[in-house]
């Protein structure tokens, strides 16, 4: 998209693994802003301190799954785009994280940086058009209401 600032939506990163948390804010910090977290409970918590654009979290960590943590995004922000890391390539675990934790993406690590970059392109355009049709949509139900209010005061 032109003229988006992609690094005015932040992106989550959950992995309990550091050396993964900084290799990825390595990669990807001068383009985007780069949230961290090492576990689903910072995740949320983080979730609740700020507006997230994308959520990209680890599928193995130790207390809360990715999926778990990302239908717990689903319930708390549901806006927020999705993405699914595994070093796995489980059929259930790829069905059910669609099915269940509404992903965006599902990615197979070793990631490449720059399929990452346009995966992470893709979900922040998506949420901003998301984003751009609720705030329209909002604005018609006001104007409909205003409307309506404007014809029945007539008759």
């Not at 922000?77 to 675990?93: F, G, K, N, V, W």
């Not at 490449?112 to 998506?126: G, P, V």
Request: no cysteine; glycine share 2%.
């Amino acid at each position: 998209m032109k003229n988006l600032d992609y690094k005015a939506f932040p992106i989550l990163v959950v992995d309990d693994e550091a050396d993964n948390r900084e290799i990825f804010r390595l990669n990807f910090r001068r383009e985007f802003d780069i949230v961290l977290a090492s576990n689903g409970a910072e995740a949320i918590k983080k979730l609740e301190e700020q507006d997230i654009a994308v959520i990209i979290t680890d599928h193995r960590m130790p207390n809360m799954t990715g999926l778990e943590l990302l239908q717990e995004v689903i319930a708390t922000s549901p806006q927020t785009i999705r993405i699914m890391l595994t070093a796995y390539t489980e059929t259930d675990l790829l069905l059910k994280g669609i099915n269940e934790g509404q992903i965006y993406r599902y990615i197979v690590k070793p990631w490449d940086a720059s399929d990452m970059r346009i995966t992470i392109k893709r979900a922040i355009e998506r949420y901003h058009l998301e984003s751009e049709n609720r705030r329209l949509i909002e604005e018609l139900r006001q104007v409909n209401t205003y409307l309506r209010s404007e014809i029945e005061h007539d008759w």
